[in-house]
T-cell receptor
Framework: GAGVSQTPSNKVTEKGKYVELRCDPISGHTALYWYRQSLGQGPEFLIYFQGTGAADDSGLPNDRFFAVRPEGSVSTLKIQRTERGDSAVYLC????????????FGEGSRLTVL | AQSVTQLDSQVPVFEEAPVELRCNYSSSVSVYLFWYVQYPNQGLQLLLKYLSGSTLVKGINGFEAEFNKSQTSFHLRKPSVHISDTAEYFCAVSEGTGNNRKLIWGLGTSLAVNP
């Protein structure tokens, strides 16, 4: 596609529920990143995929968070047993040249946990 | 570990005035430097970047930034701002090697351009 697409744009859920957030990167971009952005903060790194594999998942806050990219394109961020503290905007970005850090971002998925 | 400090959380300025948004980082070892902009209700987009070469980097929308290795700074400037420049600006540093580089972000500077 023309840009990075993220769905849903907004998600409201109840504490304890399971949530999936989807990212469709720019066609041909092998690198895909997930970030989380809270109000008044910069993006917080979660996980980086190079192709199908997670090259760096050191930013995932705990084992309730998991992400997959089974075919090296679309990625899904999965959050189990959501907590109110998980409320944030989840950003996805893709890159053709990951080594030089130029990222193309989607508009984000705003997650609100009640 | 690398850290990025944006010295001003909010910068109010009048239209057509010059502006400087300040950014300092903690280490000058093999870093790449970036400014991203986030307009209201939009995703982040790259404004400009420094990888190597000339320390004065020009970006989109008339912005430029200067890499100062001795002061570990990468301040963003524009000689005359427009209302449409109102946005959140993020400085970021890429650390690591090869494909394992990742971005470390500042907290952002909110630029408000007033008529």
């Amino acid at each position: 596609g023309a840009g990075v697409s993220q769905t849903p744009s907004n998600k409201v859920t109840e504490k304890g529920k399971y949530v999936e957030l989807r990212c469709d990167p720019i066609s041909g971009h092998t690198a895909l990143y997930w970030y989380r952005q809270s109000l008044g903060q910069g993006p917080e790194f979660l996980i980086y995929f190079q192709g199908t594999g997670a090259a760096d998942d050191s930013g995932l806050p705990n084992d309730r968070f998991f992400a997959v990219r089974p075919e090296g394109s679309v990625s899904t961020l999965k959050i189990q047993r959501t907590e109110r503290g998980d409320s944030a905007v989840y950003l996805c970005a893709s890159s053709l040249y990951p080594g030089v850090g130029e990222l193309f971002f989607g508009e984000g998925s705003r997650l609100t946990v009640l | 570990a690398q850290s990025v400090t944006q010295l001003d959380s909010q910068v109010p300025v009048f239209e057509e005035a010059p502006v400087e948004l300040r950014c300092n980082y903690s280490s000058s070892v093999s870093v790449y430097l970036f400014w991203y902009v986030q307009y209201p209700n939009q995703g982040l987009q790259l404004l400009l970047k420094y990888l190597s070469g000339s320390t004065l980097v020009k970006g989109i929308n008339g912005f430029e930034a200067e890499f100062n290795k001795s002061q570990t700074s990468f301040h963003l400037r524009k000689p005359s701002v427009h209302i449409s420049d109102t946005a959140e600006y993020f400085c970021a540093v890429s650390e690591g090697t090869g494909n394992n580089r990742k971005l470390i972000w500042g907290l952002g500077t909110s630029l408000a351009v007033n008529p």
